[in-house]
C-alpha cells in the first residue's frame, strides 16, 4: 500500500492510473520559501509535509511530493492572477528547471529514502495576447511556475530535457525504480 500524501490531481491521477493500491490523504503544512536553493527548498517542503503526517498512518509506504520552477528565482505557485503573469513573462523565450522532489517512509520498516528530480523547460517566446489567452483558461492555478505541461500550458513549450512526468510533478521512473530497489515494491505488478 502507498499513501500519497499530496493534494495535486496530477499526482494522485498518475499514480492512481499505475496501482489501485493507493490511498491519498493531503497534508496542511504551508510549502516554505525560506531558501535559495531551489532542491533544498523542494525537499525540505517534502519532509515536512511527510512528517505532518506519519504519525496518522500505521501502515503502508508514505510518499510526500513538491515541486517548484526555478529560473534564478525559485517559483512556486502564483498568488494571484498578476503573480502569474509576471511569471510566465519571465518564462517567456528561456530555459528554466523544474525540480519535483519525494519522500518516502515504509511505516512497517523504518526504511526512508529520498530524492530530487530536475528537468529543463524550453518556453515559446509569448506575446502579451497568449500569456492573457492562458491566464483565461485558469489552469495557472496551483500550479508551481503559473503552468501545467499536461494541458494548455504544454502549447507554450518548446521543448524539455529530462522526465516529463517530473514536470507534472511526479518523476515516475525515478519513483519507480526508487520503490523497486531500496523497498521491494514494484508498482509494475498488477494489484488488487
Known amino acids: ?93 528561456t530555459w528554466h528547471e523544474v525540480h519535483s522532489s519525494f519522500v518516502l517512509l515504509d511505516k512497517e520498516t523504518g526504511h526512508y529514502a529520498e530524492d530530487v528530480v530536475t528537468t529543463k523547460v524550453h518556453f515559446s517566446s509569448l506575446s502579451e495576447e497568449q500569456i492573457e489567452n492562458y491566464l483565461a483558461t485558469g489552469e495557472y492555478t496551483d500550479k508551481a511556475g503559473a503552468y501545467g505541461i499536461q494541458g494548455y500550458g504544454g502549447l507554450l513549450i518548446e521543448g524539455i530535457e529530462g522526465d516529463y512526468f517530473n514536470v507534472m510533478g511526479l518523476p515516475l521512473n525515478r519513483l519507480y525504480h526508487l520503490l523497486l530497489e531500496e523497498f521491494n515494491y514494484d508498482l509494475m505488478k498488477p494489484s488488487v
Open 1 to 93: 500500500m502507498i499513501v500519497l500524501i499530496s493534494a495535486s490531481p496530477r499526482r494522485r491521477e498518475l499514480l492512481s492510473s499505475l496501482t489501485k493500491n493507493v490511498i491519498f490523504d493531503a497534508s496542511s503544512v504551508a510549502e516554505p520559501m525560506d531558501e535559495k536553493d531551489p532542491k533544498s527548498l523542494v525537499l525540505k517542503s517534502a519532509r515536512l509535509k511527510l512528517e505532518d503526517r506519519k504519525d496518522y498512518h500505521t501502515k503502508g509506504i508514505l510518499l510526500a511530493c513538491d515541486t517548484l520552477v526555478s529560473t534564478g528565482e525559485v517559483l512556486g505557485k502564483p498568488k494571484d492572477k498578476e503573480d502569474a503573469r509576471r511569471m510566465l513573462s519571465n518564462l517567456s523565450g
